[in-house]
């Protein structure tokens, strides 16, 4: 039996966008965001915790003994718990990164109460406070990019991936999870609309659906898996496959 994912406790319920605002500002990942990360992010991504949950396992297959593994974009740290959980005792550094200092402040409270668990070997967690694009990695075999690469400009995102690929070892894997967009106009209403319903199915408000939308407009850029395959492949990835997809949601795994 496998032991279940410690994840960021869902204490707080999301309801950021429950009341009309005369001015929807950008989305910004500030304390407000952090107080309902937890409960935000499972009741908007379809899928969240089978990624979380797979995460573990593809960390437990590509995980080699002495390498880093990154989790870029930590947030409050959902993948790199579940990397520790998959690395068991590989000897491996787990090293989440994120450039919001009041995430990376929550995610070390989290991590700290992890680490505090006594549960046979676990593989350390360090965090950075810092942007994705400007870090240098160590050796890595393993890196996740989960929903945080939407984020980065769409000009500094082939310097990152050609990073990423320079930094995995032979035989090494990134895990790029990403929100999607659709060639034909038709699907991508369609997977709009399924989303936004999905979002209903979770206790969504038509105002929270649409203000948050406004908020996320030129904050969160989706590009086609298309586009995601052929930017890989020029970084200098082998191979890239889906393996996961709901609605607009996914997770790639891109080879080395
Ligand atoms: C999870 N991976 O729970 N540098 C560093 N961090 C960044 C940057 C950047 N340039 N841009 C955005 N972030 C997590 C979920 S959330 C996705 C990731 C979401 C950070 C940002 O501060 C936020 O914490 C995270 O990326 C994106 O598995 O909320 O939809």
Known sequence: MTTPISTAPSTTTDTLYATANHIVEGFRFDDKVVAVFPDMIQRSVPGYSTI????????????????????????LGAA????????????????GVDNSADMIKRCQQIVDASNAEKCGEKAIIQLI????EEIEFKPASVIVLNFTLQFLAIEKRPALLQKIARALVPGGVLIL???????DPRHHELMIDLHHNFKRSQGYSDLEIAQKR????????????QTHQSRLAHAGFSGVELWFQCFNFSSMIAFK
């Open 80 to 95: 790199s718990l579940a990397m520790q959980q998959g690395v068991g005792g590989k000897n491996c550094t787990i090293v």
């Open 214 to 225: 406004q908020a996320i407009e030129n904050v969160l850029i989706p590009e086609t898996f």
């Open 52 to 75: 979380i949950a797979m995460i573990s396992q593809l960390t437990a297959r590509y995980a080699q003994h002495g390498t880093h593994c990154y989790d870029l974009g930590c947030s």
């Open 129 to 132: 406070e810092g942007a994705i």
């Open 177 to 183: 999870s990403e929100k999607l967009s659709f060639n």
